[in-house]
Structure formats: C-alpha cells, structure tokens
C-alpha cells in the first residue's frame, strides 16, 4: 500500500484499566495501519479489547480507563475534497474533549455502535439529531441540515425519509435505528467509520440487510471501515484484511483469502473450526465452546503465551515462559507464535 494512502497509524497502544481489584491490560500493545479505502475486520472473543481498541482511537476511553502508552496518528487530507496536503494529528497527544477531537470524532471517524440507542437521544427525532450533527460540523443553517438529513436517510437505506424523518427512535425498529445510527455517522462523510458489532442486537435477515448496506456504501463512499466482530463468517462478507485479537494483543494479520486458507495462528485455527454457517445467528459464548477452555481472567494474564493454556499445539517449557515474538511468516502475514520462528 503505498505511504500517501495510509489514514490512521497505531503504534504500540496500551490501554489499561486501574480498579481496584487490579489492573485489566485491555489492549496490551497494539500496531496497525488502517489504509484510505480499506475494509479492516478485527475479529476476536468477547473481551480481547476490540471495542477499546476502537474507543482508544476515538479518544473516548471511559475511566478508569486511560491509554498509558503509544501513539496514534491521523493523517488528514485538507484542502476541497481532500485533494491538498496532508497533516499529521497526533490523536493521543491531544486533548480527549478539546476542540480538534470533536472535530475528528463523529466528522472525520466516526462510530456506529452494537446498540444504536447509545448513540441516539431517546427525546429527539431522528431528523433533528442527524441535522444537529450536521449544523455542527458543517456550519449550515437548520434548513439545510434538514435537507441534507433527509438526503442521509436516503443513502442509508431508511425508507421513506422524507415522511419519516420526524419518528423519534422509539417509533422505529432495531434495524431502522442502526439505519438511522449509520445515516447520522455518514452525515459528515468520513475517512474512517468504525463499526463495532453493529448488527449483533439484530435478527439474521436485518443484519444481512445491514450488510449489504455497509458494503455497497463502502464502495460507492470509498471511506475506510475498521468492522469489528466476533464472527468470522461476517469478516468473510465484509473485509478484505483482518486482524486477529486475543486477551490484548494482535496475534495475527493478514488479508481474508489468507485467513481462511492458511490460517498460521492456532487460536485463528481454533476460531476457524468453530464458524457458524453463514447468515446462521450465535451468541459469542455458544461459539466459543469449541474452544478448549475460556479466556482467562483479565485481572491474570498467563505468563509466556497468553493462549498457552488452551493451545493444542503449545510447547512446554517454551510457550508457558517467553512471550512469543511477532513474526511476518508471508509478506503482509503476520502472528505471533513460536511454532513459526525460522
Ligand atoms: N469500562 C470498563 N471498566 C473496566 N474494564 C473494562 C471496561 N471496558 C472494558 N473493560 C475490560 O477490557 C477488556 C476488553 O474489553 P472490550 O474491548 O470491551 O472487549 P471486546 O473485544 O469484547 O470489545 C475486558 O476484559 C473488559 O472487561
Ligand atoms: S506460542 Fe505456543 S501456546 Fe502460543 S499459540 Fe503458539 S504454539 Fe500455542
Ligand atoms: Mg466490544
């Protein structure tokens, strides 16, 4: 990928959380690139530190939580259409609630959630919360945002937006609520929308229609797409890269074809023999009993190889003591496991 194209930078992030029965390493270290126009899947059980890998970025780390360590770097195009020259924003240098990350947040990365009621405000219409965005970010008068609202409901599939646009989420379905979730954070069209899980609280056929939306805009938007799940059949549908996270860490990186043909990681493997048949519904813990064992308590990582004691493949004396090193086996296929050290 070539340098000019590369949008968001993380460089060795680590996110801890301090309470009082310990300290939870959520993300434990953490690199990547996220490219101009790239599909990102970060795939993972349930508490491996997607979502505050996500909210790392977007600086809305909730306390006792705080990033203790790394950087994160925005490279921002200015000029009309972004065709001048780019900037550099250091967004772990800045201030989480000062002027220029809420100028980011939510105009140029923007998030939609698992559950669209966490971003929508129970008192307002939808119309009127997504013009809102708009007036901020865009500096238009009301009217215009109303338009352009409208315009947004539009693109995301909501039907009937002009007669609609004054519902208040209550009056609407889970999937038109993330309907609504997607249009407000395509309102100010960003560089990168992070979507974290969001058709889990959805039945299986709004979430193919959730899809399929997300995919089509991708490509007529061309925006980047970090998508994070905990199902392998949606990375399938979705992405073309993926990252592999687990108890904090990437263990592995590659493209999607690469992950599904030769997958290196044995918690990849592991994950790739429990996938539910696509489009099929599962709960992250139905899934997760075809993994031996279960994720270990966060307050405890083990030593060495933190997957050593689920690992089929684990070498005793070596995975249980040294922490295995992160490895480029294939040119932009990476894991970190012993069992590929030259
Ligand atoms: N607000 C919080 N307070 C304390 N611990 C948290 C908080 N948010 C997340 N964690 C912990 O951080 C770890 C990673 O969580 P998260 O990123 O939400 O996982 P997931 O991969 O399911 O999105 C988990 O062990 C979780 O318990
Ligand atoms: S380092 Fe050892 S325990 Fe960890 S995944 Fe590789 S083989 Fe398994
Ligand atoms: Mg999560």
Request: charged share 25%.
């Amino acid at each position: 990928m070539k340098q000019d194209q590369l949008l968001v930078e993380v460089k060795d992030i680590k996110t801890y959380f301090f309470l009082d029965e310990g300290t939870v390493r959520a993300v434990d270290g953490v690199d990547f690139n996220i490219w101009r126009g790239q599909t990102l899947g970060v795939v993972g059980e349930s508490g491996c530190g997607k979502s505050v890998t996500a909210r790392s970025i977007l600086r809305i780390v909730p306390k006792p939580g705080r990033i203790v360590n790394g950087e994160i770097t925005l490279f921002r195009k200015c000029g009309e259409n972004g065709s001048g020259q780019t900037e550099e924003v250091k967004l772990t240098d800045i201030n989480p609630t000062g002027r220029t990350m809420c100028s980011i947040r939510g105009c140029e990365i923007a998030l939609v959630p698992q559950e669209p009621m966490a971003s929508l405000s129970p008192v307002h219409t939808i119309g009127n919360q997504i013009a809102e965005a708009i007036m901020l970010h865009q500096r238009v008068d009301k009217h215009v945002g109303r338009a352009k609202a409208i315009e947004v409901l539009d693109l995301a599939g909501f039907p009937q937006p002009k007669e609609r646009v004054d519902c208040y989420p209550h009056q609407l379905s889970g999937g038109l609520r993330q309907r609504a979730v997607i249009a407000m954070a395509l309102s100010c069209h960003p560089s990168l929308l992070i979507a974290d899980e969001p058709t889990t609280a959805l039945d299986v056929t709004t979430e193919a229609q959730i899809l399929r939306l997300m995919r089509s805009l991708q490509s007529e938007l061309g925006m980047a797409i970090m998508y994070i799940t905990h199902n392998l059949g949606v990375v399938a549908q979705m992405c073309e890269d993926v990252l592999v996270m687990y108890m904090g860490k990437v263990v592995e990186e590659t493209t999607v074809d690469a992950l599904f043909h030769s997958p290196l990681h044995p918690y990849t493997q592991a994950l790739l023999r429990s996938i539910p048949r696509l489009g099929q519904k599962t709960r992250g813990r139905q899934r997760l009993e075809s993994i031996r064992g279960t994720v270990p308590d966060p307050y405890s990582i083990p030593k060495g190889c933190p997957f050593h004691p689920r690992c089929t493949q684990r070498i005793r004396g070596v995975c249980d003591q040294e922490a295995p090193p992160w490895l480029e086996v294939e040119p932009g296929h990476k894991v970190r496991c012993v069992l590929y050290k030259p």
